[in-house]
């Protein structure tokens, strides 16, 4: 009877201390440290078998908007009709601006092929993202690597993405396309995201790249056709701006001609006179730049930008700025005028005032 007694005491010692090592981590590591929600620390056994079980990429989307990538421009028209507009850019694509409001989206094509698809109204079919997605539900199901190599023809190009990339502008592969998430990191969301073949992703080089073989460059653009995409731009950061804001539920902005010159001729000006900055050492702040245009107002405000890729991707910039953002979603402005020289980008906002 004390043999069994015995016998029964040392196997509930047993199961307890089982119990104990079973329930006690290990070396912690977060393994995915975001700006909008750390993620629950896990044991490095965990991490690792968490990473294996990501994928590193998703199969080519066999339904949605991206499956038009490397399709004939006819069969964009045939689905959607024809563009409102269209924008020249400077990566020798031309853009076709569809803007129904909640399904606004840019089409790229170059020699009548559609090689990129910016995608950010809410009613865009993106499979397998959805415009809004929660940053987390993504980070969950994929593993976003910070190196990444695109074969192309005879050449191998590697992407290095930072940290803030990772958190912000992510690139996914999708079987031989890839498309580039924008986040809105306040929000936790996804707030766009850009479809493009292996070309224009080299060519526009949105993280620095390292490559071996040929390097692949737009056409270069002469003067005299700058001021046409930079008048692309202006439009697009306007359609967008409102867009978001009536993400936000908003009031639309009116354009404002006497603003936009005022923006543009401070984009020139930074690009002329090799500075950034909101205050012009010759024309002044935006005081007593919009005062100089005769432009009347109760508020008004200002964003800047230089070097961005396109006017999509600077506002996008904008919307993860804490400052910026508050300009963009400020409820007491009514107009914008938008000014784009080149890659300098500058929205100007006012609450409209009455002329005395």
């Known amino acids: 009877m004390r043999t069994l007694f015995k016998v029964f005491i040392i196997l509930v010692i047993i199961f307890i201390l089982s119990l104990y090592f079973h329930l006690k981590p290990e070396n912690e590591s977060v393994i995915l440290d975001s700006n909008i929600n ?44 024809e563009p409102i507009r269209k924008d020249p850019s400077a990566y020798d694509y031309e853009w076709w601006i569809y803007n129904t409001g909640e399904s606004y989206f840019q089409v790229g094509v170059d020699k009548g092929k559609i090689v990129t698809i910016y995608a950010i109204g809410k009613d865009n079919d993106i499979t397998p993202f959805s415009i809004g997605e929660n940053i987390q539900k993504i980070y969950q199901n994929i593993f976003l690597d910070t190196d990444i190599t695109v074969q192309y023809e005879e050449g ?19 079987g031989s396309i890839y498309a580039q998430l924008s986040f809105d990191k306040f929000k936790g969301t996804l707030s766009s995201v850009r479809f493009m073949d292996k070309e224009t992703l080299i060519k526009q080089r949105p993280y620095e790249m390292s490559y071996r073989g040929r390097l692949v460059d737009p056409i270069p653009i002469v003067d005299s056709k700058w001021r046409p995409i930079e008048l692309g731009s202006e439009k697009q950061i306007f359609d967008l701006t409102n867009i978001i804001r009536e993400r936000f539920g908003l009031n639309k902005l009116e354009w404002d001609q006497k603003t936009a010159d005022v923006a543009y001729k401070h984009s020139k000006d930074m690009f002329s006179e090799k500075y950034f900055s909101h205050e012009s050492p010759k024309y002044g702040d935006l005081k007593k730049r919009l005062d100089s245009e005769q432009v009347f107002y109760q508020l008004a405000g200002e964003n800047i930008a230089a070097q961005y890729m396109d006017g999509p991707s600077a506002v996008e910039g904008w919307l993860n700025s804490e400052g910026h953002r508050e300009s963009l979603l400020e409820s007491k402005f009514t107009h914008i005028g938008v000014g784009v020289y080149q890659k300098y980008y500058t929205q100007n906002f006012i609450e409209k005032s009455w002329e005395k």
């Open 38 to 81: 750390k993620e629950t620390p896990m044991d490095n056994e965990q991490a690792k078998n968490s990473r294996s079980e990501l994928k590193q990429g998703y199969e080519r989307p066999k339904v949605g908007i991206s499956t038009y990538i490397g399709e004939s421009s006819n069969k964009i028209i045939k689905k959607f009709g």
């Open 156 to 174: 191998t190009y590697r992407f290095e993405l930072t940290e803030e990339d990772l958190n912000i502008r992510p690139l996914v592969q999708l």
